[in-house]
């Protein structure tokens, strides 16, 4: 089993920034791809972004390109999403989650551990 915690999520104003993260603990991170979803209230939950084991490969939705970065510190078995330019239809519950890097990187797969999630709110 893999946990996942995640923390960070705060109102902020749009255009501000944000720093989640995902600490992992059970099993060894790096064996690991991880990514982030989001689900706003009424809406299902959709894809955000995921990287690779190794953090060699990243993969993001058309949304969030060029504004949210994802990067992973394997030595603290945490995972994070820098989030830039935030607008208000960013807000919304963000969950981390993980999949052993046997199954495969596409976005398409599921994955088989998730965090409780943590609230972002973008209002003025």
């Known amino acids: 089993q893999v946990q996942l915690v995640e923390s960070g999520g705060l109102l902020v104003q749009p255009g501000g920034s944000l720093r989640l993260s995902c600490a992992a603990s059970g099993r060894t991170f790096s064996d690991y791809h991880m990514a982030w979803f989001r689900q706003s209230p009424g809406e299902e939950r959709e894809f955000v972004a995921a990287i690779s084991w190794g953090g060699g490969t990243t993969d993001y939705a058309d949304f969030v390109k060029g504004r949210f970065t994802i990067f992973r510190d394997n030595a603290k078995s945490t995972g994070y999403l820098q989030m830039n330019s935030l607008k208000p239809e960013d807000t919304a519950v963000y969950y981390c989650?993980?999949?052993?890097?046997?199954?495969?990187?596409?976005?398409?797969?599921?994955?088989?551990?998730w965090g409780q999630g943590t609230q972002v709110t973008v209002s003025s």
């Open positions: 989650a993980a999949r052993h890097r046997s199954v495969g990187f596409d976005r398409s797969l599921e994955y088989a551990y």
